[in-house]
């Protein structure tokens, strides 16, 4: 159970990661509206993978603990 809240907040932190990059890519290009799109899911992304990876810690540590 604690490898698969691990996975998915490594899933989540790819696509944050992807989106990001992204967002740089439309900005330097002068293409700030989808650069701020791709930069506002990017944060959507980085958002859901911090709660994921605080929840696969909490996890783990019940594991652990038991």
């Not at 911090?50 to 019940?62: G, T």
Request: proline fraction near 2%; aromatic fraction near 6%; charged fraction near 25%.
């Amino acid at each position: 159970m604690p490898y698969d809240a691990h996975r998915i907040a490594a899933e989540f932190h790819e696509q944050a990661a992807h989106a990001h990059r992204a967002a740089a890519a439309h900005h330097g290009k002068e293409d700030h509206l989808s650069g701020h799109e791709q930069s506002k899911l990017a944060m959507e992304h980085a958002t859901k993978a911090f709660h994921a990876s605080q929840e696969a810690h909490q996890k783990s540590a019940k594991f652990v603990h038991k």
